[in-house]
């Protein structure tokens, strides 16, 4: 077990990975996933947004290092903001090795998808049910 599964009681949730091409509204995404999850645990969270150097776009790097670093052994749950970022978390997928086992994309609006994600993770729910949470936020109507 990780120390930090120990010091955060996260140990057995499903993690949530939010890639975005820039590391702004990863993180200001991340953090509002997690402030409306509630009180009590939260599901791990960690943004992968923009480039190393900082920059707009993807990094495959960026991308495993934020999986890795949720994985708590009940899965990874990967949402994207648009589409090259969905084709490289599918090509870290199909190169394997690359991402923890169990890590699955997720095809979901990106804000609506992450808040419904960690809000179902942090309920303890399994993999299947985080990403099928996550994909019932197309049907949010706002009109």
Known sequence: MSDGAER???EGLVGIVLVSHSAAVATSVAELARGLAGGGTTAPVAAAGGTEDGGLGTSSELISAAAASVDR???VAVLMDLGSAVLTVKALLAEGGELPANTVL??????EGAVAATVTASAGADLAAVRSAAA???AYRKE
């Open 8 to 10: 955060t009681g996260t």
């Open 73 to 75: 052994g009940a899965g």
């Open 106 to 111: 997720v095809d979901a609006p990106f804000v």
């Open 136 to 138: 019932e936020a197309y």
